[in-house]
């Protein structure tokens, strides 16, 4: 049986195409400013300044809008754990080094421009969105458990992670149902869109160069994914909102995230696996098949819940 790859081997091996990838991906990206997706008409100042605090009734959003904003931002805001997570996986060298910085640099513009619209428009709370976020920040982020740290297993993370992020960036602009904020967030989408198009074409590049040993980090990752948000401030009532109203639920994650990326992949057509990887592949494809049995079942359930609560609405009505 074939050794396994080092961390270094990995690196070296996949340095050209990190080249490639990193030059493709500075050709697509496109410039643009936070500044252009706040209308400042709108801000005025609190009352440490003068003027008045923030009241629930000044918000334009609901619930649910609200609830996947917080949940969307506190993420962004989390990037020093997620930059230390690729910096410390990935090299500092060539191609490597400059994905990391520009990665960061790209990210890091999603909070702000998040932040900044939130807090100018009112919608939500600016002193708990600040409590939330030092109390994210300094949990940090690490790895979800039984996810060991180290190449293969941070780049397919990255790749489903990115991918899930463009997904609920761009369901939480359409239900914030106000035409500044949805462009903003599809703005946000197409650069998360762009960087997962990075971290998968690295991680296929690692599955044609050791099959087994890259399969059985993409299973390990998709059998414990987590989304990055797990842990924060009020995650399991705002996840169940998210959820219960269409902007990330188990049927997107399996359909929107999982499966395109496996199938890009090709894994389960490749015949490139030795009987440890077509071992591996079973067992992924079992939890595929269970996933989506969970996913009916909890769309029967939404659509239960959801008649229930229609029902009582008509009921108070007449
Ligand atoms: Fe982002």
Known sequence: MARDLTQLELLQELLPVAEENVNRHLSMAKEWHPHDYVPWDEGRNFAELGGIDWDPAQSRLDEVAKAAMITNLLTEDNLPSYHREIAENF?????????????????????????????????????????????????????????????????????????????????????????????????????????????????GAALDLAPDQVLEAIDH???????????????????????????????????????????????????????RGEEIREGLGKFLENLDAQATKFEEQRDRMLAREAKKREQRVS
């Open 91 to 203: 090299s500092q060298d060539g191609a490597w080094g400059t994905w990391v910085g520009r990665w960061t640099a790209e990210e890091n513009r999603h909070g702000i421009v998040m932040r900044d619209y939130l807090v100018v428009t009112r919608a939500v709370d600016p002193v708990q969105l600040e409590q939330f976020r030092m109390e994210h920040m300094t949990n940090g982020f690490s790895s979800p458990s039984g996810v060991e740290a180290g190449f293969l297993h941070s780049v397919a993370y990255v790749t489903f992670q990115e991918l899930a992020t463009r997904v609920s960036h761009r369901n939480t602009g359409k239900a914030c149902n106000e035409p500044i904020a949805d462009k903003m967030l599809q703005r946000i989408a197409a650069d998360e869109n762009l960087h997962m198009i990075f971290y998968r074409n690295m991680c």
């Open 221 to 275: 990752v998709v059998q414990n994914f987590q989304m990055p948000g797990a842990g924060m401030p009020n995650f399991r009532r705002n996840g169940v909102l998210m959820a219960k109203h269409g902007i990330y639920d188990l049927r997107q994650h399996l359909e929107e995230v999982v499966m395109p990326v496996v199938r890009k992949w090709n894994v389960f057509e490749r015949n490139d696996f030795t009987a």
